[in-house]
T-cell receptor, first 114, second 111 residues
Framework: GAGVSQSPRYKVAKRGQDVALRCDPISGHVSLFWYQQALGQGPEFLTYFQNEAQLDKSGLPSDRFFAERPEGSVSTLKIQRTQQEDSAVYLC????????????FGPGTRLTVT | EDQVTQSPEALRLQEGESSSLNCSYT??????LFWYRQDPGKGPEFLFTLYSAGEEKEKERLKATLTKKESFLHITAPKPEDSATYLC????????????FGEGTQLTVNP
């Protein structure tokens, strides 16, 4: 079946621009996660949804980062007024439910802020 | 705060030369330990979940084991196509469903 998809795959933004990154989870998966991965590092947690409810946003690095999942399926991660330190790969993952279930990752969006 | 440390950072093997990757962890209450494989330019690919000390899981040339403090990923007779970065992650019972990852082990298998 179809896996997690993300778009765009690559995004170049000028410092100060707003960007929106999209995630389409595996159909029927209740839980959705966003992670940020710097070059040569492991992914770091940003935020988590169960259906449309955002249950944990403690990993969002600043109030410039905002995520939503209004209908409990597709999710969007928005970054306002991008800064160079926002350059990274943004990974989306989904799982059947919370607690102990494996998370399946999309290919990621590579964001470069110039 | 959960902590995951992987070693070595990088490992070079000859085809057929078996070895092990280590993942040491500190967590308040382990809900699950996960192994992923990541190829360049791709997202992590799920390999295994281990839930309790003593548990083992196998898939082709890979075998994952778990103790109360660490996990090992054993690679038997590796092939060049096993070259990738292997990531370990933990999920604990007190910080919700997030995964805390280590920095990974970059494995290169030479033919």
């Amino acid at each position: 079946g179809a896996g997690v998809s993300q778009s765009p795959r690559y995004k170049v933004a000028k410092r100060g621009q707003d960007v929106a990154l999209r995630c389409d989870p595996i159909s029927g998966h209740v839980s959705l996660f966003w992670y940020q991965q710097a070059l040569g590092q492991g992914p770091e947690f940003l935020t988590y949804f169960q259906n449309e409810a955002q249950l944990d946003k403690s990993g969002l690095p600043s109030d410039r980062f905002f995520a939503e999942r209004p209908e409990g399926s597709v999710s969007t991660l928005k970054i306002q007024r991008t800064q160079q330190e926002d350059s990274a790969v943004y990974l989306c993952a989904s799982s059947r439910s919370s607690g102990g279930y494996e998370q399946y990752f999309g290919p990621g969006t590579r964001l470069t802020v110039t | 705060e959960d902590q995951v440390t992987q070693s070595p950072e990088a490992l070079r093997l000859q085809e057929g030369e078996s070895s092990s990757l280590n993942c040491s962890y500190t967590v308040s209450g382990l809900r699950g330990l996960f192994w992923y494989r990541q190829d360049p330019g791709k997202g992590p690919e799920f390999l295994f979940t281990l839930y309790s000390a003593g548990e083992e899981k196998e898939k082709e040339r890979l075998k994952a084991t778990l103790t109360k403090k660490e996990s090992f990923l054993h690679i038997t007779a590796p092939k060049p196509e096993d070259s990738a970065t292997y990531l370990c992650a933990v999920q604990d019972g007190t910080s919700g469903s997030r995964l805390t990852f280590g920095e990974g082990t970059q494995l290169t298998v030479n033919p």
